[in-house]
């Protein structure tokens, strides 16, 4: 949340160091806890886990004013991680659940654009109480994001209830025959590979801002008008990055897309060390444009991953291991990409460009692998219900989009083993 640095730094008197050693535990904190919490979202219900996870951070929020040391901002700060982890879990398993097959990956998208629009509408609201430099202003800015959080919560109570929701006490209690996902490495894999596509973030908000300030000429207003940009893309154009992507093989030609406008814009973004004045704006800007066109049809691709390629009976639990591969994916590139970028100039990347090209090699033998994994241990019927197909109606009665497996193909055999 916009100010939260400067609550700490200035309300309760932390260090700089201070706040970003308990960010680096609680997000160790997250890692440690997404599979666990996603089992939790699998026995008692999405839309319940959803709402306790509202609650719960809201009150994480309305105790900000009430932390006077490193310790409490520890505990805050790991527990708030913790909470958001299981609501992270419970959302995608619920919008999963819920929405009709074929509305899926459309229905995100909006989600996507308003989830963006509450984001600009968060730092306006951050922002204003920041232009105040009043410390009695900031003491309520957590009072009043606890309250929002509090009406979310309301307000996902009053939704649908799920599937897994409407499962007995004695359901609950019966355990899933079959591996889970932390067995499935085709699902592991593939989220691998999600992670270091959505490098492309570190990309967005680190590496381009430090090279424009670093090594071109272009003015560091520009920064501003670059991430301006980037919102109103994030808005107005999902939609448009969504249509047609419905199953696995479509989702893949999305990551192919997303993948060349991550190298468009590593190539474009190099080329302004040696040009000056409009030219390098102008560039810059491109490569900022070009980056976020590979985060608007990753997206797409990555929803329809999440329909397609979990079990059924574990919504969450897959979620969580989700999670826990796609951080394993990305958290090493902050460091990586600003040493090749800063230090070893276009070379850097160059290598930047050839990660995720080389990742983009890797997920298509891993989605294979992930749905072989799901034909030997989800029952047959159980997929046929996740996936009913809207494409060929039978008699007047619409059905979901076109089925991951394709029976008219055969897959080879499994091998069991690790991708070659």
């Known amino acids: ?43 008692f219900g999405p839309k319940k886990m959803w709402a306790a996870s509202a609650t719960g951070q809201a009150a994480m929020f309305a105790v900000w004013p009430l932390i006077t040391d490193f310790k409490g901002y520890v505990a805050m700060a790991v527990g708030m991680e913790v909470i958001g982890a299981l609501g992270n879990a419970a959302h995608g398993a619920y919008t ?21 629009v509450g984001f600009t509408l968060g730092s306006l609201i951050g922002g204003f ?71 492309n973030q570190v990309l967005l ?15 560091r207003v520009l920064l501003a008008f670059l991430f301006g940009t980037n919102t109103v893309m994030c808005i107005f154009l999902p939609m448009a990055a969504a249509r047609g992507v419905e199953n696995v093989p479509t989702a893949l030609k999305a990551v192919r897309v997303s993948s060349t406008f991550f190298v468009l814009s590593c190539l474009i973004t190099l080329a302004t060390h040696d040009t000056v004045g409009w030219v390098t704006i102008s560039l810059v800007w491109l490569g900022h444009v070009t980056v976020t066109g590979a985060e608007l049809y990753l997206s797409a691709a990555s929803w329809s991953f999440e329909a397609e390629l979990m079990d059924p009976r ?29 230090n070893w100039g276009a070379v850097g990347w160059l290598v930047i460009a050839g990660i ?19 034909e030997q241990h989800v029952p047959a019927e159980v997929l046929a219900d996740a996936r009913a197909s809207s494409r060929e109606p039978e008699e007047g009665i619409a059905a979901g989009p076109p089925s991951l497996i394709n029976t008219d193909e055969p897959l080879p055999e499994s091998t069991g083993g690790p991708i070659r």
């Open 1 to 43: 949340m916009t100010g939260s640095a400067v609550f700490f730094t200035k309300i309760v008197g932390l260090s700089a160091a201070q706040v970003g050693l308990g960010l680096t535990c609680a997000g160790i904190a997250a890692f440690l806890a997404a599979v666990p919490m996603g089992k939790l979202v699998d026995r």
């Open 96 to 116: 999963i659940d819920v929405l009709p097959p074929d509305e899926r990956v459309k229905s995100r998208a909006y989600m996507y654009s308003a989830l963006n």
């Open 129 to 199: 109480a920041l232009a105040f430099h009043s410390n009695d202003v900031l003491h309520t800015l957590p009072w009043f994001t606890a309250v929002v959080f509090l009406v979310n919560a309301a307000a996902i109570s009053r939704l649908p209830r799920a599937s897994h929701d409407d499962r007995t006490p004695e359901d609950r209690k019966v355990k899933i025959p079959g591996p889970g996902p932390l067995r499935n490495p085709g699902w592991l894999l593939t989220n691998f590979f999600g992670g270091v596509f959505w490098t």
């Open 205 to 219: 908000n680190i590496v381009i801002p430090l090279w424009l300030v670093e090594e071109t000429d272009a003015p």
């Open 314 to 342: 574990q919504r969450g639990a897959y979620q969580g291991a989700a999670e826990l591969s796609s951080t394993l994916g990305r958290v090493w590139a902050p460091a990586v990409y600003t040493f090749l970028a800063m």
């Open 356 to 374: 995720i090209v080389m990742a983009t090699i890797g997920v298509h033998p891993s989605t294979r692998l992930a749905r072989r994994f799901l």
